[in-house]
């Protein structure tokens, strides 16, 4: 008896030891997982404002740590550029930091801010111009005065006018340094066309010819309330918030109101070749493509799934086909871009060495065409690209200040507040079959443009094969 | 290098604490200055309760932050090697097993991996004899011809069955962002996020990669790291001069190849020198992972245990034993070259656990950064002779003794000497003037207030974490290390400038504009 239960007990003891802890079984082959359902994903909604001048404010709490920050949204737009003064809207943005206030000098301000670890920046780009503030909340009621004043008061002193004039000038001198500003500009050129404001360019002479008083009129008209979306995003109680705003923004007079101009660009793109010669590279960059979409194109949820089938992840046909089964690039992109309120470019692109500047072309090529017409996106790359897109969504919403700052730009361009949540929705809802037929209608190699920019020696038996090759001088104007 | 290419091109150098986007400090004991103690204490005291640290039996260490704003997490895997474990004739070899890493294992990323492994072990063969009868000089033209094309054979052979970049895309389908890698002269590091109810499929892959790596692909593999290559380094003025100053700058310790190894290497490494490269140095004492987000403790160690504990333990790598001779000789690379003039001048430090680390740093913040900057006053603002300035800090790396690397760019039509007597009149006033109260206060201040603003990113938590656990052994240096900033005196910054600032301790590399060649057509 004595013997046997010995072991028995053992057993017992044994038994309870394995049950006591939780037990992961490993799995051996991926497929094997499972999930447990994610939460719920709730987008937080910021308190909307609109002032008596005009002003949108868009408020959002976060109390993770005791900071805020401010963006701006105003609109104005270097595309809004007169053709003699292209960089105008550019320094006006960066001088309006630089220069500082009227009543404040620019280096009074950068010790001011430097000496609080608090930033204000200002800038003005393609479309918009943006103003941003953070600091630590004890220091919200003072810094949010200093940057009312940036925006409302700017002095643009010459001194620190000169400064960035400087900076642009060794800009273009050195714009033809690094391939990459030639493909970019190049391209824009052959896109939108060279006369259009989408691909304008600085030059010494319209930058030599802009004067303090180009700037202080710029801000003036277009620095207004009632052309500016205020976000904010930090510790405060939106109550407070709200009320320090009206107090520092309130008084500001509404401005005129007027819409903009329209901004000319080429709606179709000419097909051709073209190439910059460009010597000291052991590479050629290769880009092919056309206009691209809006946003707001019917056809925006399909065209995504096709930019993920493309492009958009470590399955993607030019990923694995170019790079890593041809190894003929290290960075290989293509895809149909959208821009908000003017369609962004739509393009395919890779660097390569020279030797293999035709395999490349020919390449990107064949991708582009087996993508719109003879291997269309299949059932199960449809699936997958919608997989990846559903299950990161999470992540486009994954903080207050992210949110807000996508709302800012929502409200800004005129989109509906909900278009994430649309987004969802539409991609959900996409069929292999609006893929391909999305595909086919905006991938359109007979219009493609060809960009190479690589050495002559190396480029040239790849570009003797086209009837016509434009070349493109670069030489920069004035030097 | 990244494995990605990232459309805004990171550099390999880092800033180290002195840039908002890298500085991701933890925790903080002292009173600090600038700021009311209650607000700023309370936050940094709440993230440090919610730190959890678990080490396996074979080493690996893990680092877990519970920070639930939104239901999702990141990690990084940091690997104690980077190119400087690289010796001669296989420089590039870390950056290129982080590409491998990427290739998938047993069971992941093969079509049938009973006929894939004789397959490549074959292709390795093929490869092998062809590469020995290649570089030797008596064998006969048609001998290496016949032996290449064999090893094309094996290779082709070997690819079918190949399920392309399966690795990567399961993370992605499953919801991952962010996912890249990245290797420098010091170390290795593997990322991404994924959604918070995936923790399983993260422990899956990241053990599994490490366990058994299948270096498949590793051939065509080399061809896009040369193009990278090509890319980052020949392509580019920049480029082509940081790597002759790099050379340059290093007599001996092998901080002076570059990371991204040198062309013939690239062309040269084999799958044998990665699998060598592999199981001496990815082994468990060697890693430590940060994994930051909605996570729970309780529940992941015992999942990390079962995952990454399979990972058997290994003897110590070996360590670097190579230490570069003091400088004693002024050295100059002038690099002729069609585009602007550009300019920087290196000095050498010591390590970044040298006890003057914290003085250079104040250097550091004094000298560049900012607006209010002694380099932005004084080249861009009032000489007006420069449109930027600034200096690296740890350069190409800091576990080991590096450079300290001022740079400028002139101005349109100013000469590279122009700046190169600006900047050394800053460095001479460190040696001669104290630094005012203010700058010191300003110094210390930004410091403190980066902590704060860097602890609003689960991966640049995680960066940071693995960061200062690889570089002090201790995570918690962070905070001790903000400290030390408190310590640092106006005569400490004049003895580190005197030591360090000195002409025989110097490497100049610059870019002239060389006249245009003659029209080719």
């Known amino acids: 008896m004595k013997r046997l239960q010995l072991p028995i007990l053992v057993l017992i003891l044994a038994s309870v030891g394995l049950t006591a802890t939780p037990a992961w079984s490993q799995v051996e082959r991926v497929e094997q997982l499972h999930y447990p359902p994610l939460p719920e994903i709730t987008i937080p909604e910021p308190t909307r404002v609109v002032l008596g001048n005009g002003l949108v404010v868009l408020l959002l709490e976060d109390h993770e740590l005791p900071i805020v920050s401010v963006s701006a949204r105003i609109r104005t737009g270097a595309r809004l550029e007169p053709k003699e003064k292209i960089g105008l809207a550019g320094l006006t943005g960066t001088v309006m930091r630089s220069g500082g206030t009227t009543t404040l000098a620019g280096d009074t301000l950068d010790d001011y801010l430097e000496g609080k670890a608090a930033s204000i920046e200002t800038g003005i780009g393609t479309s918009v111009g943006t103003a941003s503030m953070n600091c630590l909340i004890e220091d919200f009621a003072e810094v949010v005065k200093v940057f009312v004043d940036v925006l409302k008061n700017p002095s643009f002193a010459p001194e620190k006018l000169a400064i960035a004039k400087n900076q642009l000038m060794a800009g273009i001198a050195r714009q033809n340094d690094n391939p990459d500003g030639i493909v970019q500009r190049e391209f824009a050129k052959l896109v939108y066309g060279k006369d259009s404001p989408y691909a304008s360019q600085e030059t010494y002479a319209t930058v030599g010819s802009i004067t303090r008083e180009d700037l202080l009129a710029w801000h003036q008209k277009y620095y207004h309330p009632n052309r500016m979306i205020l976000g904010l995003v930090g510790d405060f109680k939106t109550a407070d918030a709200l009320a320090l705003v009206k107090r520092v923004f309130g008084q500001w007079p509404k401005g005129p109101e007027f819409t903009d101009p329209e901004v000319p660009y080429q709606h179709s793109t000419k097909p051709g070749v073209y190439y910059v010669e460009k010597n000291d590279m052991t590479q050629a960059k290769i880009i092919i493509g056309h206009l691209g979409l809006i946003r707001m194109d019917p056809d925006y949820h399909p065209v995504v799934i096709t930019n993920q089938i493309l492009s958009g992840s470590f399955g993607a046909r030019l990923f694995s086909s170019i790079r890593s089964k041809k190894g003929l690039a290290y960075d290989v992109h293509g895809g149909v871009g959208f821009g908000w309120d003017y369609p962004a470019t739509a393009s395919f692109s890779m660097s390569t060495k020279t030797e293999t500047t035709q395999a490349g072309i020919d390449a990107l090529t064949e991708e582009a065409h087996k993508i719109m017409k003879t291997e269309p996106p299949t059932d199960k790359e449809v699936q997958n690209a919608k997989a990846s897109l559903l299950n990161s969504f999470v992540f486009s919403v994954d903080s207050p200040g992210k949110v807000l700052g996508k709302l800012l730009t929502y409200e800004y361009y005129g989109y509906p507040s909900d278009w994430m949540t649309r987004f969802r929705n539409g991609i959900e809802r996409v069929t292999t079959e609006q893929v391909r037929r999305a595909t086919q209608q905006h991938i359109k190699p007979d219009q493609f443009v060809i960009l190479v920019v690589g050495p002559r020696k190396g480029t040239a038996s790849a570009l003797a094969r086209y009837k016509q090759v434009h070349e493109l001088d670069i030489s920069i104007p004035g030097s | 290098m990244t494995y990605l290419h990232n459309r805004t091109h990171p550099t390999p150098m880092r800033h180290r604490l002195l840039s908002a986007s890298i500085i991701k400090v933890l925790s903080l004991i002292c009173v600090l200055l600038a700021f009311p103690a209650s607000a700023l204490s309370q936050s940094l005291e709440t993230f440090e309760q919610r730190v959890t640290e678990h080490t396996l039996k074979n080493g690996w260490k893990f680092i877990l932050v519970e920070r639930p704003v939104a239901p999702v997490f990141a990690f990084m895997t940091r690997v104690n090697v980077g190119s400087a474990q690289e010796g001669a004739g296989v420089t590039g070899l870390a950056h290129m097993f982080e590409h491998m890493a990427f290739k998938g294992t047993p069971r992941l990323g093969t079509k049938n991996y009973a006929k894939e492994k004789p397959a490549l072990k074959q292709l390795e063969q093929a490869y092998l004899t062809y590469q020995q009868a290649k570089f030797d000089p008596q064998a006969n033209k048609q001998h290496v011809e016949n032996l290449f094309k064999a090893f094309k054979d094996k290779q082709k052979a070997a690819s079918q069955f190949v399920k392309k970049n399966e690795f990567g895309d399961i993370i992605e389908r499953e919801g991952g962002v962010s996912l890249n890698a990245f290797t420098s002269a010091d ?41 990278e290559r090509r890319m980052r380094t020949e392509s580019r003025p920049v480029g082509r001069l940081l790597e002759q100053f790099t050379a340059t700058s290093f007599m001996a310790h092998p901080y002076h190849h570059p990371v991204i190894g040198f062309a013939s290497d690239i062309q040269s490494y084999t799958m044998t020198d990665a699998q060598e490269f592999y199981n001496r140095y990815y082994i468990p004492t060697n890693m430590v992972t940060a994994i930051v987000g909605d996570i729970h403790p309780k529940t992941l160690i015992p999942l990390l245990e079962k995952y990454f504990g399979r990972i058997p333990s290994s003897p110590k790598s070996p ?66 002779i420069a449109v930027a300035a600034g200096a690296y800090g740890a350069y190409p790396g800091e576990k080991y003794p590096h450079l300290w690397v001022a740079y400028a760019v002139p101005g349109r039509g100013v000469e590279n000497a122009a700046v190169q007597t600006a900047i050394r009149d800053e460095l001479k006033r460190l040696k001669t003037e104290d630094v005012t109260d203010e700058e010191l206060a300003k110094f210390r201040t930004r410091a403190k207030a980066h902590l704060i603003y860097s602890l609003k990113s689960n991966l640049g938590l995680a960066m940071s974490l693995t960061d200062y656990h690889t570089l002090f052994g201790d995570w918690r240096e962070l905070f001790r290390y903000i400290e030390r900033f408190d310590k640092v005196t106006k005569a400490d910054i004049r003895r580190v400038a005197k030591q360090t600032f000195q002409q025989s301790n110097l490497v100049v590399a610059q870019i002239e504009t060389a006249a245009p060649p003659a029209q080719t057509h």
């Open chain 2, 187 to 227: 170390v290795t590091g593997y990322f991404y996020a994924l959604p918070s109810n995936k923790v399983e499929l993260f422990a899956y892959l990241e053990s599994e990669r490490f366990l058994h790596p299948v270096f498949r692909e590793f051939y065509e593999e080399r061809d896009v790291v040369m193009e």
């Open chain 2, 319 to 384: 360590t670097l034993r190579t230490v570069e001779p003091p400088s004693t000789a002024e050295k100059t690379v002038t690099l002729e070259d069609p585009s602007q003039p550009f300019y920087l001048e290196g000095y050498h430090k010591p390590s970044i656990s040298h006890k003057d680390q914290p003085v250079f740093d104040a250097i550091d913040d004094i000298l560049t950064n900012g607006r209010t900057s002694r380099f932005y006053r004084s080249l861009v603002r009032d000489k007006k």
